[in-house]
């Protein structure tokens, strides 16, 4: 029924085959080998989350650019507040920080009428800098208990034998899914993107809309933060610098138009999926880490050319 | 007949768009059982009103009652809630959503599996099917298809088709026959028409007033913010009226009832 709306990961299922073919023409050898992959597959799964909560406000036609710093806030919040609440008692009130964040900066968005551009990078800075703050710039740390801990191995241990976070987001990417395309919250939040005027005409409050999908980024971010750090439990403040701009591109090569209403969560965890293959592959090629960010850029110009295309072959106004 | 105690009635209603004063002291009565025709050039503020009873602006000052009581909140969900329905030019339609999906957009009906509420895709896809045929789209135009592929005529009578099946006490349509074939403007002037018989109060928003006179049965005509015209049809004719609008005011004798 969705032919036309799930197409739009067409593109990102492209580039995972071209990208794989590459890969193994050039790296066979280094490239197809077992701590390889699930190397790749584990972050891509931590960043597949901020991708899909990315996707959903691209989708309500915003954008979030501090995904990022969210990302980092609550982990840091995680491990520090372990210690008095124990492991569950903090992922509980990190999660809150973060949907916390979430509404304001949906408030500020819609009863502010600011761009989300602006909001979110005050958003990026305010959160980073209360990491500053927080943490005091020093490292903390899990007791033994809080590593042995059964809430920490939900989060970042193996379940039957496949890593938890690969788990928690194929539960999760189902879970959105059906929300996305399945429930009159989905269709208002695709009408609102598509055309705001017409949503409101209709009686949909756009404003509660928009609240809701930020407050979804923000806590995928979270939760993606906390998964990083039930795995390995160290935090430093630059935790989650410049992922906001992996999840936008993983988002964006994943089929989402930035003009809003159309995307797709799958093509935005396969987007994840080639972002993060390329910064493993080029590291493993040998060249200088700095170079994945340029990287990261001409993919994602290379896939905003490829989607308009595509959306206009299909007759798409964009 | 129309009934005696108004379904809508508007007070002395005032609106500013910053400077702009779009409505000037506006009052007007409308009844269940009516079909006006609101008429007046472009910028003569029939849109604004309408753009009022719909709740999606709100009176700088004025008063708009409705079934009896008064409305002090002004939302396009409240409206719809209240079973007023509006026919806009330029709004109603999301184009990347399915005729289907906009159809039932913001009273989806739902299957409840565990609580939690799934849309019905099978109920709004047979409904807005019906609908479709009725209106005449193109046989190869289903409900499942993107909005975006509807041509002018096919976008107006989706959302027609789509006031009429919610039909409940109010129907707005703003210029509804703009970019309509003659025979899909014939079949909205039925409807309309039908409506009425329905007991519902339909205001039908035109600048044609040669038109809307062979349909309405009372005639508003706007300009400058301002109401400056307010007749039965059957006390005036099309030709007095258009006279109205040229003079911009009553300057013509009114015929005696008949």
């Given at each position: 029924m969705?032919?036309?709306?799930?197409?739009?990961?067409?593109?990102?299922?492209?580039?995972?085959?071209?990208?794989?073919?590459?890969?193994?023409?050039?790296?066979?050898?280094?490239?197809?080998?077992?701590?390889?992959?699930?190397?790749?597959?584990?972050?891509?799964?931590?960043?597949?989350?901020?991708?899909?909560?990315?996707?959903?406000?691209?989708?309500?036609?915003?954008?979030?650019?501090?995904?990022?710093?969210?990302?980092?806030?609550?982990?840091?919040?995680?491990?520090?507040?372990?210690?008095?609440?124990?492991?569950?008692?903090?992922?509980?009130?990190?999660?809150?920080?973060?949907?916390?964040?979430?509404?304001?900066?949906?408030?500020?968005?819609?009863?502010?009428?600011?761009?989300?551009?602006?909001?979110?990078?005050?958003?990026?800075?305010?959160?980073?800098?209360?990491?500053?703050?927080?943490?005091?710039?020093?490292?903390?740390?899990?007791?033994?208990?809080?590593?042995?801990?059964?809430?920490?191995?939900?989060?970042?241990?193996?379940?039957?034998?496949?890593?938890?976070?690969?788990?928690?987001?194929?539960?999760?990417?189902?879970?959105?899914?059906?929300?996305?395309?399945?429930?009159?919250?989905?269709?208002?939040?695709?009408?609102?993107?598509?055309?705001?005027?017409?949503?409101?005409?209709?009686?949909?409050?756009?404003?509660?809309?928009?609240?809701?999908?930020?407050?979804?980024?923000?806590?995928?971010?979270?939760?993606?933060?906390?998964?990083?750090?039930?795995?390995?439990?160290?935090?430093?403040?630059?935790?989650?610098?410049?992922?906001?701009?992996?999840?936008?591109?993983?988002?964006?090569?994943?089929?989402?138009?930035?003009?809003?209403?159309?995307?797709?969560?799958?093509?935005?965890?396969?987007?994840?999926?080639?972002?993060?293959?390329?910064?493993?592959?080029?590291?493993?090629?040998?060249?200088?880490?700095?170079?994945?960010?340029?990287?990261?850029?001409?993919?994602?110009?290379?896939?905003?050319?490829?989607?308009?295309?595509?959306?206009?072959?299909?007759?798409?106004?964009v | 007949m129309p009934d005696k105690t108004p379904l809508i009635q508007v007070k002395n209603l005032d609106l500013y768009f910053g400077a702009f004063h779009a409505l000037k002291n506006v009052s007007v009565d409308f009844h269940s059982g009516e079909l006006v025709g609101l008429v007046g050039d472009n910028g003569a503020g029939k849109t604004t009103l309408i753009r009022v009873l719909c709740g999606i602006h709100k009176p700088t000052s004025g008063e708009v009652w409705f079934d009896g009581r008064q409305v002090k909140e002004f939302h396009p969900k409240l409206a719809i809630d209240n079973g007023i329905e509006t026919i806009q030019q330029s709004v109603g339609l999301c184009d990347n959503l399915s005729i289907a999906r906009n159809f039932y957009l913001g009273r989806e009906p739902v299957r409840r599996i565990m609580g939690i509420p799934f849309l019905d895709m099978g109920k709004m896809r047979d409904l807005s099917t019906k609908v479709i045929r009725e209106f005449g789209l193109r046989d190869n135009v289903s409900a499942d298809d993107e909005v975006e592929r509807l041509s002018g005529g096919e976008r107006q009578s989706v959302k027609i088709g789509r006031a009429v099946e919610f039909k409940n006490r109010v129907v707005i349509m703003d210029e509804p026959t703009n970019h309509l074939s003659v025979r899909e403007r014939e079949h909205v002037n039925e409807l309309a028409l039908q409506l009425k018989e329905q007991g519902l109060l339909v205001i039908y928003i035109t600048h044609d007033i040669f038109q809307v006179h062979k349909l309405a049965n009372r005639i508003v005509i706007m300009e400058n913010g301002e109401k400056i015209e307010d007749a039965l049809t059957s006390s005036m004719t099309a030709d007095q009226l258009e006279e109205v609008i040229r003079q911009g005011g009553r300057k013509v004798e009114k015929r005696e009832a008949v």
């Open positions: 969705n032919t036309l709306a799930r197409s739009q990961s067409f593109g990102a299922l492209i580039g995972v085959a071209v990208m794989l073919a590459v890969f193994t023409a050039i790296d066979f050898s280094g490239w197809w080998t077992r701590a390889t992959i699930a190397n790749v597959i584990h972050f891509a799964a931590i960043l597949g989350f901020l991708a899909m909560g990315q996707a959903l406000v691209i989708m309500t036609r915003e954008i979030d650019l501090s995904v990022g710093s969210v990302y980092g806030l609550t982990g840091v919040a995680f491990i520090t507040l372990t210690p008095d609440l124990g492991v569950t008692g903090a992922v509980i009130v990190a999660l809150l920080i973060a949907l916390a964040v979430g509404f304001l900066q949906g408030i500020a968005v819609v009863k502010g009428q600011l761009p989300s551009m602006i909001v979110t990078l005050g958003g990026l800075f305010t959160a980073r800098g209360i990491i500053y703050v927080w943490t005091g710039g020093s490292v903390h740390n899990f007791s033994e208990d809080a590593r042995a801990d059964w809430m920490t191995r939900l989060l970042g241990g193996e379940l039957f034998g496949i890593e938890a976070a690969i788990l928690w987001l194929l539960v999760i990417g189902v879970v959105l899914n059906l929300m996305l395309w399945a429930t009159p919250f989905g269709n208002r939040l695709l009408a609102t993107g598509g055309s705001e005027d017409s949503a409101e005409s209709r009686g949909v409050l756009t404003d509660r809309v928009k609240i809701i999908t930020f407050m979804l980024c923000s806590v995928l971010a979270g939760f993606a933060g906390i998964l990083t750090l039930a795995d390995r439990p160290q935090t430093h403040v630059t935790l989650g610098e410049l992922l906001e701009l992996e999840a936008i591109a993983a988002a964006v090569i994943g089929g989402c138009l930035l003009t809003g209403g159309r995307g797709s969560l799958i093509g935005a965890v396969l987007g994840g999926f080639i972002v993060t293959s390329f910064r493993y592959e080029l590291i493993a090629l040998g060249a200088p880490s700095s170079w994945f960010i340029t990287f990261v850029g001409i993919v994602l110009i290379v896939a905003v050319i490829f989607n308009q295309k595509l959306a206009r072959r299909l007759g798409h106004s | -």
